[in-house]
């Protein structure tokens, strides 16, 4: 039996965080899980935004999974996201877009996997901002060892998973010192993997490609900023931000959770789509050595994905979350 920390997150995260419960319950999975909240929820409750118990919890259990927890924009606190990210070191933020039967798509043929460095970067919190000389200094900063880190991470992966290609998306035209160390680092670990392809692209031209001719990438790692944005447009290349998962590993602790955020518009509607996050959940599964159990109910939600009445609105049903969740456990079967 695995204990995972659970945190159900804001907005739709406890309606999706449910619909995951349930099918793991339904199939059995060994997991118990060790169930604490962060964010608004938690401030609004008892004045933390971090709470301690939360934070010993993925100490002791070192796998997590989390729903979207809501960030302000433009005022209030730091994201917690980014706090956690940072907190446990996990560097690695791993994004797979693939199109899938019975999920609508512009395209077919896609199936490639974001790398996007986690903790460096625009995200750094270093932010500076003068009201007397109406300046805002916002610095990204990125270390030759956390670029070295992310490109290793991606290249091993495409060794471990039999991928033919690493694509370094950056934007070393402008950005000359920076783009520059990413590129070097990445060249440098290419060397270490003859067999994988390398190659690198300005991030303009890379999202005109993305956009053009998806089918072309296998893995891509990039930085931060650059990694957050690729995500949600290859979210789009795949059929929307309910279905897209992701994980942010360390190399002692790993949190799963999807890419989209806390969907304030549906929160509470039974409206949202749990693909997302039980894909993350999946990831997770095959993390902790349970791929038994992921195949098996990634096998049922990509039969119910098939049966599009029971399908949440954003795939084209009329199936709440919950009734979505409940088909695939009449699935498991
Ligand atoms: P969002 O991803 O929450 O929503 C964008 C659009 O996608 C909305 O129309 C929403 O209804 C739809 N959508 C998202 N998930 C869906 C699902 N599972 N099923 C069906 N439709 C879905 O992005 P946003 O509105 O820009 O951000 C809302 C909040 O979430 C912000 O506070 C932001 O900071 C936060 N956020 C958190 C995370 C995270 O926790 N990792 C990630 C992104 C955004």
């Given at each position: 039996m695995h204990t995972i920390t659970l945190i159900p997150g804001d907005g739709i995260g406890p309606e999706i965080t449910q619909a995951v419960k349930d099918i793991f319950a339904a199939a059995q999975v060994p997991v118990q899980w060790e169930e604490l909240n962060a964010g608004q929820t938690t401030f609004d409750q008892s004045g933390e935004l971090l709470p301690q118990a939360l934070l010993d919890s993925l100490e002791r259990n070192k796998v997590g999974l989390k729903g979207p927890l809501t960030t302000p924009v433009?005022?209030?606190?730091?994201s917690i996201n980014i706090t956690l990210r940072q907190r446990f070191d996990l560097y690695q933020n791993v994004r797979p877009a693939i199109t899938t039967e019975g999920i609508a798509s512009r395209y077919s043929g896609i199936d490639l996997v974001l790398f996007r460095e986690n903790t460096?970067?625009?995200?750094?919190?270093l932010e500076v901002y003068d009201e007397r000389l109406g300046i805002a200094d916002s610095i990204s900063r990125i270390t030759l060892e956390g670029c070295h880190k992310i490109c290793y991470a991606a290249f091993a992966y495409a060794a471990k998973h039999g991928r033919k290609k690493v694509t370094l998306a950056h934007k070393a035209n402008i950005l000359k010192l920076a783009g520059s160390m990413m590129i070097n680092a990445c060249r440098e670990v290419s060397r270490e993997f003859p067999d994988i392809i390398f190659e690198d692209k300005i991030i303009d031209n890379m999202c005109m490609q993305l956009v053009n001719k998806p089918e072309q990438f296998d893995v891509i790692v990039t930085t931060n900023l650059f990694g957050d944005i690729l995500s949600d447009l290859c979210a789009g290349l795949v059929g929307g931000l309910g279905v897209v998962s992701g994980a942010n590993i360390g190399d002692t602790t790993a949190i799963f959770e999807a890419v989209h955020g806390s969907a304030p518009d549906i929160a509470g509607q039974g409206k949202a789509n749990p693909t997302a996050m039980l894909r993350s959940g999946l990831m997770m599964l095959h993390h902790i050595g349970e791929a038994g159990y992921a195949d098996r109910i990634e096998q049922a939600l990509n039969a119910t994905l098939k049966q599009k009445d029971k399908c949440t609105g954003d795939l084209g049903g009329k199936a709440s979350t919950s009734e979505f969740a409940q088909a695939i456990i009449d699935n498991l079967a």
């Open positions: 433009g005022k209030g606190f730091r460096e970067g625009l995200y750094s919190g």
